[in-house]
């Protein structure tokens, strides 16, 4: 096996990568594009009510309690709101938990959600919590058992990006709610506290996982243009390699028929969310580094913070026909993400660009 450089280890962990994860997320599900109301940031608050919130203590001492005047905003889609708030209580409490505790919970219930925004009402509290949430916690708001509300609870997450906070409600409420509650208590036990629980006949341990390694899967060369003001196309390459997390000894995908030369076109990231958002949770994620960081590295992370994200194209030949590329700010890296299903993708995809190509092309 190549050896990896300890810069490009942790492919598959949790540091760091939620904020990244919510800067993603952000972008999908709610694209900032003023030529489609459907798709724009909402303005028009569906709930007001408080969030309740408290310091978090690790010490002893009384925690210092909070409340926020706040408003929540959904998204419209086909002319209907995403999520209907009016059976929401008028007092929402959240719990603060470290975004380490988070990780364990499974980013495919944030993949699979709905996302509203919070607005509170500017002010010092506003900004206390901000800065909470920016030091390494995510938000918790747990539901109130409602016949007329089938939500039981929301991760909290502040986005430094549109210096708003997102709440994401994962669709499949009941297997969230489970892991979330059993994440949680484990995170309040003790290092050393025994559970209270009757004593059992003594089971032969599990088999341990093996740990997640990181392999090198190709190396080559990615190909890119851009244009510049007058129209002139600049072409780029960039010398660079891509790892993927082995879990169990199997990366799950092979490079073999892979070009050395990797084309890839940049198109705007709020097309993206259109055709990739369901299908991004049946993913392989890849991890692509620059070889040498330079300006060629430079120019496309600032192409893609512009609002940009890369498309790999491979022929026919090739198994994989397609890679999704964006950039991890944390990781001052390249993200990929390969659906599963690539027939079904690159239709969708297809089917995207023309309407976008069409739009041009009347203007």
């Known amino acids: ?67 926020l005047q706040c408003n929540v905003c959904s998204i419209i889609k086909d002319g209907q709101l995403e999520i209907k708030l009016e059976n929401w209580p008028k007092k929402l409490k959240i719990q603060l938990i470290p975004k380490k505790v988070l990780g364990k919970i499974g980013e495919q219930f944030l993949k699979d959600a709905k996302m509203v925004v919070f607005r509170p009402s500017p002010g010092d509290v506003h900004n206390s919590l901000v800065t909470v949430m920016s030091s390494g916690f995510a938000g918790c708001i747990h539901f109130p058992s409602n016949p007329n509300c089938n939500i039981k609870a929301l991760i909290l997450l502040y986005s430094p990006d549109r210096q708003a906070l997102l709440g994401f409600i994962p669709n499949n409420q009941a297997p969230f709610s489970g892991r979330l509650q059993e994440v949680l208590q484990g995170a309040k036990r003790k290092p050393g506290a025994k559970a209270s629980i009757k004593p059992q006949p003594e089971e032969a341990p599990p088999p341990e996982e093996e740990p997640i390694i990181n392999e090198l899967l190709w190396t080559g060369t990615l190909n890119w243009s851009t244009k510049t003001d007058s129209k002139e196309s600049i072409s780029h390459k960039l010398e660079c390699s891509v790892y993927i997390a082995l879990k169990n000894g199997e990366p799950g995908i092979s490079s073999e028929d892979w070009p050395t030369d990797m084309s890839m076109i940049l198109m705007p990231s709020i097309y993206l969310g259109q055709f990739a958002g369901e299908f991004i949770n049946e993913s392989k994620i890849i991890i692509l580094r620059s070889t040498t960081q330079g300006e060629e590295h430079e120019s496309l992370a600032s192409s893609m913070t512009a609002g940009s994200c890369g498309c790999a194209r491979f022929s026919d030949e090739v198994v994989c026909k397609v890679i999704m590329l964006l950039y991890s700010s944390p990781r001052n890296a390249f993200l990929g ?16 660009l023309e309407e976008y190509r069409q739009k041009v092309k009347n203007k």
Request: aromatic share 6%; hydrophobic share 30%; no cysteine.
């Open 1 to 67: 096996m190549e050896p990896v450089p300890e810069e490009a280890q942790g492919v598959d962990d949790k540091e760091g990568e939620l904020d990244w994860l919510t800067s993603m997320l952000g972008a999908l599900l709610l694209p900032d594009d003023p030529e489609s109301p459907e798709k724009a940031d909402p303005k028009e608050p569906i709930w007001r009510g408080e969030l309740d919130w408290e310091d978090p203590q690790t010490s002893d001492q009384p925690k210092t309690p909070h409340t």
């Open 337 to 352: 993400f390969i659906p599963n299903d690539q027939a079904m993708f690159v239709k969708r995809m297809r089917e995207v």
